[in-house]
């Protein structure tokens, strides 16, 4: 774990995982390699950590998962958006974005 | 939101298949994450050690996985409940104790809740009963013939008038109670309680028969054939549910009716009636007259009509109708009330509300005492409760186990409370039967009764274990690590809590004792009052002579005559008469007038209580005239109308005369303006004290034939068993008239147990409650005093050490005590004095303030000797030693 990684502030891995899951159903493993390669591996999301946020968004009705076949044959679980969490990824995102615009410009003003 | 829930059930029904699933996808991470690191070179060990490494603990993985999912709660209450009940097991007699006291409150409280629901909530079983309302009228000119409940019925006139101008009701219909003997060719006669009805009442009511039919508007015709409707239990004890009754003929009250039809089980309307003839067959009604108020209306309001409404158009009415008919109607006003007030009295209400405050009492007296228990308890435990939160345990978690033994008491609390429930409900059932409650009246465990129960159990739970594990969890680990190993300093805010707690629980009990002995002694006092007649083996029965067959005076007369010569012939019985009403009932009151007193203006007369007697009356209750002669046959007869005073009568209005040869007169409401006659008084008997707390009354005794009413009281005083004689009463009374039956026979004793029966049954409810709440004062004191002993042995070690002798230490322990007990006796004896205004209670009585403070007193010198006595028996070194 190198200094340069950055964590992440709370709440935020849901964001993450829902994008992530925006363009199709992926298991757990997948998502996890996916958010290394995208964030250029500069966020330090321990793998683990992933399960119970999976798992929470599940309760929440965002994403639901469903067994199937990886690519080399394993049973896997992928999780894929619902309805509800396609929604609830419009809305975070522009709460980020809004968020991060606001704190940049204070960032450089003040 | 469904998939929460979908997914909460699924990992807790299912939880083998969830936990399974669990494992499958973490490894399936992992192993996909060797593979990549092995495809890009690596070989397998460092793969997978750094697969590891970068997923983190599994276990703990694992662990956020189930918390995300959200049972963490359940499974930890799981735990909770299964730790509590191994603890509670383990201190075996803390629990009992517990126990014991919940279940005690709870079926107390339960009891107490059934009759409130039966009485008060659960109402009338009428289709919308809160649109049926009574009816009556009120004489604003003469309040006093209203009787305690402040109304009369209507004449047949009234009736039918509001019937037809009052638009206020969909309908309006008419009742009036009766007894209605039975008698056929083939059954011996029975009498029953039964009621007059409109044809439209039970319509109104919404009941239909369930055999036969209803009451045609043909049966209230003046001159129908007479047809009567029999209740369910008649039909089927009496008739042995024979469909062919119904079209045959019986006989009621002498008069043959058709049988039309048999109304459901458990109705018995207006009160307990089991018999129903139409209004036409009512004798009082024949006359039609106007001013015999005889007829009990019942109305059923239209949709969206208030009462004051209904109310406001009858005003209007009683003004045209006192306007068209002055000489029957002049200050005769209507009133409407809702239909459950008449049969539920305000003072029932009232007592029954006071029983309810009693239990509720006795539930927070319970309450205090386990939370003081339970606060000693958890005292010992608050070093293993810092280690606990010392080793990571949050305060809320620390709160919810304690509370979780809370549940595991309550629970056990409630099941062994619903058993004692069952219990005093049939007990207080057996009890209430016996006062002929109205038909709609049951005393059930029902849904809400336990619905309350539950809410009871957890209310409870809540109430005596929240505070205990607030402040025992509330505990700064540090201090409280530091603070425990030594037993010297206790917590004092656990000291403030018991203290207050021992204190309103010593309040409370103050309050029920002070109740109880107020109620049992207006009780005692009632029976302590009849010094004045010998109430042992006097018989006492009542006979109702049918108006429609004895129509004239001296046709009652006549039988009266009859009656008494077979009873003075009567082997076995030494004397037997008849009168007006038993002795020690309430008698009617009248107006007197004293022949040469005038009364002054705007003063009411005098009232005094008249009872007609027959020939053998004095004789029969062995007592002796003090001045003057008894009645003879020629008493009552014109011209020679005479009465006998008893001696409070001769005190209150002939001081320092001789009464013998004054002449009164009497006016009852029913006198149209006419004069009454004179009557000279003839004899002075000896006072009957009816009871102690009115006092005695002035009475005037006037012979049978003067007031000849069809309904009497039979007095037979027996030398031997009193209830042998009946058999052959009844064949006397049989062989005058074959269709009268003699009913309500009961010996004078049982009549006025009966009478009593407010006192008995409440006074005792208040006693038992009362002595339970006495049972937990002393083991709650008995508790927090063998606590605070244990908490300060090392104290009074060294007391002892530096020289304190017995009588110091021992009041080192009772000073507590007594004081609790002083604050508590000041902040209940105000409460005392609130409960004693309470109806059937003597007025608070520093006497029995005195003695249950006494008692208290002694309750609680008894629960804080064995502790203190230990106290005092510690060995000094060995309490030093003590850690």
């Known amino acids: 774990m190198t200094e340069s990684r950055l964590d992440l ?33 500069t966020l330090h999301i321990r793998q683990g950590s992933l399960y119970p946020a999976l798992h929470r968004l599940e309760r929440r009705g965002w994403i639901k998962a469903r067994w199937g076949t990886s690519d080399n044959n394993r049973r896997a679980k992928y999780y894929e958006l619902t309805r509800r969490g396609r929604a609830e990824l419009e809305t975070q995102a522009v709460a980020w974005r809004k968020l991060s615009v606001a704190i940049a410009q204070v960032l450089e003003t003040a | 939101m469904l998939s929460d829930w979908a997914i909460r059930l699924r990992s807790l029904l299912r939880r083998a298949e969830v936990e399974h699933e669990l494992d499958d996808e973490l490894r399936f991470h992992i192993r996909q994450q060797v593979e990549s690191y092995e495809q890009a070179g690596v070989d397998h060990d460092e793969a997978v050690r750094r697969a590891r490494l970068e997923f983190g603990g599994l276990e703990q993985v694992k662990e956020d996985c189930r918390d995300a999912r959200g049972t963490r709660w359940l499974e930890e209450t799981v735990q909770d409940l299964r730790l509590a009940t191994r603890l509670l097991t383990k201190d075996r007699w803390f629990t009992l104790a517990v126990v014991l006291v919940l279940m005690l409150a709870i079926s107390v409280n339960t009891t107490v809740f059934a009759l409130v629901d039966g009485a008060l909530i659960r109402g009338l079983p009428f289709e919308h009963a809160d649109r049926i309302v009574s009816l009556g009228t009120r004489n604003i000119r003469n309040p006093i013939v209203h009787g305690p409940l402040g109304y009369q019925a209507l004449s047949s006139r009234e009736y039918e008038d509001w019937r037809h101008s009052a638009t206020a009701f969909v309908d309006i219909a008419g009742y009036a109670d009766a007894t209605m003997n039975l008698s056929d060719d083939t059954r011996s006669p029975e009498r029953f309680r039964g009621a007059y009805v409109s044809v439209n009442a039970f319509g109104l009511l919404g009941r239909q028969p369930v055999v036969g039919r209803n009451f045609q508007d043909e049966d209230d015709r003046p001159g129908a054939p007479p047809v009567v409707m029999l209740g369910y239990r008649v039909w089927a004890a009496r008739y042995d549910g ?19 039809g048999v109304m459901p089980a458990r109705f018995g ?92 009492f ?86 809400r009764t336990f619905v309350f129960l539950t809410a009871l159990c957890l209310g409870t739970a809540v109430l ?63 029976y302590s009052a009849r010094h004045d007649l010998d109430t042992s083996q006097l018989l006492t029965m009542r006979v109702e002579l049918p108006l429609l067959k004895y129509r004239t005076a001296e046709q009652r007369i006549a039988f009266v005559q009859a009656f008494e010569e077979r009873l003075a012939r009567f082997n076995g019985v030494a004397d037997g008469t008849i009168a007006s009403s038993v002795p020690f009932a309430p008698t009617p009151r009248r107006e007197l007038v004293v022949d040469g007193r005038s009364i002054a203006n705007g003063d009411r007369p005098p009232r005094v209580s008249t009872i007609t007697i027959g020939s053998r009356f004095f004789q029969t209750l062995d007592l002796h005239l003090i001045r003057g002669r008894a009645f003879t046959s020629l008493d009552g007869t014109a011209g020679h109308e005479t009465a006998i005073v008893n001696q409070q009568f001769a005190a209150a209005f002939f001081p320092n005369e001789d009464p013998i040869g004054h002449r009164i007169r009497l006016t009852s409401q029913n006198a149209r303006g006419g004069t009454t006659p004179w009557i000279a008084i003839a004899g002075v008997s000896p006072t009957i004290h009816r009871d102690v707390t009115t006092g005695a009354e002035p009475v005037v005794y006037l012979p049978y034939r003067e007031q000849p009413d069809p309904l009497m009281a039979v007095l037979v005083r027996t030398a031997s068993e ?53 049972v937990m004062a002393a083991i709650g004191l008995y508790a927090v005093t ?82 203190a006595r230990r106290a005092t028996q510690l060995d000094p070194l060995s309490a030093l030693r003590c850690q």
Not at chain 2, 730 to 736: G, H, P
Request: glycine share 8%; hydrophobic share 50%; with cysteine.
């Open chain 1, 9 to 41: 502030p709370q709440g935020t891995v849901d964001l993450l995982l829902l994008k992530t899951l925006a363009l199709g159903p992926r298991h757990g493993w997948a998502i996890s390699e996916r958010l290394r390669q995208i964030s250029s591996a």
């Open chain 2, 242 to 260: 024979e469909r062919a009754i119904i079209g045959q003929t019986v006989r009621v009250n002498g008069t043959p009716a058709v049988v039309i």
């Open chain 2, 269 to 360: 309307f207006p009160l307990t009636a089991e018999v129903w003839q139409p209004l036409a067959q009512m004798a009082e009604l024949r006359d039609r007259s106007p001013d015999t108020r005889v007829v009990n209306g019942l109305g059923r309001l239209t949709d969206g009509t208030t009462i004051a409404r209904a109310q406001s158009e009858l005003d209007v009415i009683a003004d045209r109708l006192e306007r068209q008919f002055p000489e029957t109607n002049s200050g005769i006003r209507s009133t409407v009330w809702p239909y459950g007030d008449r049969y539920i009295a305000p003072q029932v209400t009232l007592i029954i509300a006071a029983l309810m405050g009693a239990v509720v």
């Open chain 2, 362 to 447: 006795v539930l927070l007296i319970a309450c205090a005492n386990i939370a003081n228990l339970l606060l000693a308890r958890a005292a010992q435990r608050s070093h293993e409760i810092s280690i606990r939160m010392s080793l990571g345990a949050t305060r809320w978690r620390i709160v919810r186990q304690l509370l979780s033994e809370s549940v595991v008491l309550a629970a056990v609390g409630g099941v062994a409370g619903y058993a004692g429930s069952i219990a005093g409900v049939t007990q207080l059932w057996n009890v209430l039967e016996a006062s002929n409650p109205p038909y709609w009246l049951q005393l059930t465990i029902d849904g």
């Open chain 2, 464 to 526: 005596f274990g929240l505070a205990p594990a607030l402040d025992t969890s509330r505990a700064n680990a540090n201090d409280s690590l530091k603070e425990a190993p030594r037993t010297g300093t206790g917590g004092v805010r656990v000291r403030r809590w018991t203290n207050a707690l021992m204190i309103a629980e010593i309040a409370l009990t103050l309050v029920l004792l002070a109740a109880a002995g107020f109620m049992m002694r207006s009780f005692l006092r009632s």
């Open chain 2, 722 to 774: 009193a209830t042998a004689i009946v058999p052959l009463l009844r064949d006397e009374v049989r062989a005058l008239d074959s269709d009268l039956p003699l009913f309500d026979i009961k010996t004078l004793d049982e009549r006025l147990a009966f009478e009593r029966w407010p006192q008995r049954v409440f006074g005792t409810m208040f006693t038992i409650f009362a002595c339970i709440g006495m």
């Open chain 2, 786 to 867: 063998a606590y605070s002993v244990g908490q300060r042995t090392q104290e009074i070690g060294v007391r002892m050490a530096l020289g304190a002798a017995a009588p110091q230490v021992w009041w080192l322990v009772l000073r507590r005590v007594m004081l609790q007990l002083a604050i508590g006796v000041a902040v209940g004896l105000p409460g005392a004095f609130i409960v004693g205004r309470l109806p059937w209670m003597d007025s608070p009585d520093p006497f029995i303030l005195i003695f249950v403070v006494l008692a208290l007193w002694i309750v609680a010198a008894v629960a804080s000797f064995l502790p």
